[in-house]
């Protein structure tokens, strides 16, 4: 696929959106209204006309610039016609002045019907001279805001609403700068699922909450590869800053933690955000001096076998449990730790007092979205391999989670150690080159990402990656060129060279939460998927078109 035709089919649908919503949107029906849009009179409609061809032809050169090739896009093209039918409506009665001359005296009638004009359509001209200069830098800011650059590939995502119950949530934003945790908590809100816990009800806010002003919140990130693999750091400033503004004052305590597995590192020199050199240690120490918050790399303990605080062993560690699971035959293994602030966390039982467990943990799963070499797919369910403590696909550790995610041990291990309230899932650069591309992640370096610009969220970690991966994985790869998509697609059951099949092994992790008692799902009649964009008014392109030659028709 060449890189003129990326630059149409990811370009074009911002280029429609912009333009077709202002277009339709009830500003421009406003002005247009004033100047006798619904009026039969004839020169009342021209003029209408003329507004709106004028509108549609300062878009033409704004979208156009310097690259003539540009007027070839679709947009370009719609924005054309309507130029060219105002000009059908308009142009008759333009010509027939012309026939008057340039007597004086046509000159002063000319002046007297100016001013006449004037009086009487002031407001649409005083729109173009103010309020359409005005709307047009917010137009040019927002779609400076929109516009992709590098590697970036706009996606077209779609809401749905769920046939059957019970349903999943997901959460779905997208835009530049527009998919950020902010917005996300504000969208998960207005859909009834407040971030905050507390006993006052209000916006993002109430005892259904799912942070309390108390909480120890620990946020689980992807720290085993640097450049683009990990999760975006820009991205945890904002959950941090999201938490210590809590509505009740902020009195917990927040830790950043993961188990690279020996290979990760939660100090990289080169990481996922705008500023590259910004890492999770980073931003955890510009809230530290003022906050509980803190990091802590689970790689340090991960060879390290100890009993519960409960059993008297106050030693950092992990927990081994001492048999397979039937099911899945993951040996699941867990961390306990002390931070840097003096909190005893068992990532199963909670905050150790001394004497009892305190139900204060709360997990907030935060993984990236990209493509995998071995399972197809990492996102929400499979993130939990940096909880456990890995030593069979790489000795050192304690467990065997890696080879377990074929039989749904990431189920397992979900279910039997510390269920995650929330899975924040970061696509703002994804990895959308399938296996066996030399590219394929989880490594992923900066030429290799693609930026989609979209975050989502849901409490079900299982309809989140089916929905991400069907939805903006696949859809990203196949922009970007690839045909082949079995590895990312969760309806396919073609295992080829991976490890399993991502459409094998995450049914078969629903499963086994579903036997652990947890509500969660890979049929998409029971996903609610809300979406919110900075430009969300629906286009309908063919009715208005045909709704514009039907009037140029009626004029003629």
């Keep these: ?37 619904d009026k039969k009179e004839k020169k009342n409609r021209n003029s209408s006309f003329l507004l709106l061809g004028m509108t549609s032809l300062l878009w033409f050169l704004f979208r156009t610039g310097t690259k003539p090739t540009r007027a070839l896009y679709p947009c370009q093209r719609a924005a054309l016609e309507t130029v060219s039918m105002s000009a059908q409506a308009f142009l008759p009665a333009a010509l027939t002045s012309l026939f008057v001359g340039f007597s004086f005296r046509s000159m002063r009638l000319s002046m007297d ?87 006052t009800t209000g916006a993002n806010q109430g005892p259904t909450g799912l942070i309390a002003s108390n909480d120890v919140v620990l946020i689980k990130v992807n720290s085993q590869w640097a450049y683009r693999g990990g999760t975006n750091t820009d991205l945890l400033r904002q959950l941090i800053q999201a938490l210590i503004d809590h509505p009740d004052g902020f009195e917990g305590e927040i830790v950043v933690a993961d188990n690279g597995q020996g290979f990760g590192n939660l100090d990289w020199a080169e990481n996922n955000a705008e500023d590259r050199s910004q890492s999770f240690t980073d931003v955890v120490a510009s809230f530290a001096t003022d906050y509980a918050v803190n990091v802590y790399d689970w790689q340090s303990i991960r060879p390290t076998e100890v009993d519960e605080y409960s059993d008297g062993d106050m030693n950092d560690g992990y927990i081994r449990a001492s048999v397979l699971d039937v099911d899945t035959g993951i040996r699941v293994t867990y961390p306990k730790f002390q931070t840097t602030d003096g909190t005893y966390v068992s990532f199963k039982h909670g905050i150790w007092n001394g004497t009892a467990y305190e139900n204060r943990l709360k997990v907030i799963n935060f993984p990236i979205l990209k493509s995998h070499q071995r399972y197809g797919v990492t ?58 591309e030399s590219t394929c992640g989880p490594r992923t370096t900066y030429e290799a990402a693609t930026r989609v610009n979209v975050l989502m969220a849901s ?13 903006v994985l696949m859809q990203a790869a196949e922009l970007i060129g690839y045909t082949n998509l079995y590895t990312m697609d969760p309806d396919s059951d073609i295992r080829g060279s991976l490890t399993e099949a991502f459409g094998v092994w995450l049914p078969l992790t629903e499963a086994e939460l579903i036997r652990n008692g947890y509500t969660v799902t890979c049929d998409e009649s029971r996903m609610n998927v809300y979406i919110t964009q900075p430009l969300s008014i629906p286009i309908d392109i063919p009715s208005l078109s045909m709704f514009l030659k039907e009037e140029v028709h009626r004029i003629d």
Aim: proline content about 6%; glycine content about 10%; aromatic content about 10%.
């Design 379 to 436: 996102g929400a369910t499979k993130h939990y391999m940096g909880v456990q403590s890995e030593g069979q696909a790489n000795p050192g550790g304690l467990g065997n989670g890696h080879y377990a995610i074929a039989d749904g041990g990431m189920g397992t291990l979900l279910s039997e150690t510390r269920y995650p309230v929330l899975n924040i899932l970061d696509a703002i650069w994804i990895n959308a080159n399938p296996y066996p």
């Design 113 to 199: 019907k100016m001013k006449a004009g004037i009086k009487r359509y002031w407001k649409p001209i005083l729109a173009l001279v103010i309020i359409l200069p005005t709307a047009g830098f917010g137009i040019a800011f927002l779609w400076n805001s929109m516009q992709p650059s590098g590697n970036d590939v706009l996606l077209t995502l779609t809401p749905q609403v769920a046939t059957t119950s019970p349903a999943s949530d997901i959460y779905v934003l997208q835009g530049r700068t527009f998919a950020t945790i902010p917005n996300l908590i504000n969208l998960m809100g207005t859909q009834g699922l407040a971030f905050y816990q507390s006993d």
């Design 459 to 471: 409490t079900d970690p299982i309809a989140l990656d089916y929905w991400a991966a069907k939805h």
């Design 1 to 37: 696929m060449t890189s003129d035709v990326l630059e149409n089919d990811s370009k074009e649908g911002i280029s429609n959106d912009v333009f077709y919503t202002v277009l339709k949107s009830q500003a421009v029906l406003w002005l247009l209204s004033f100047n006798g849009w």
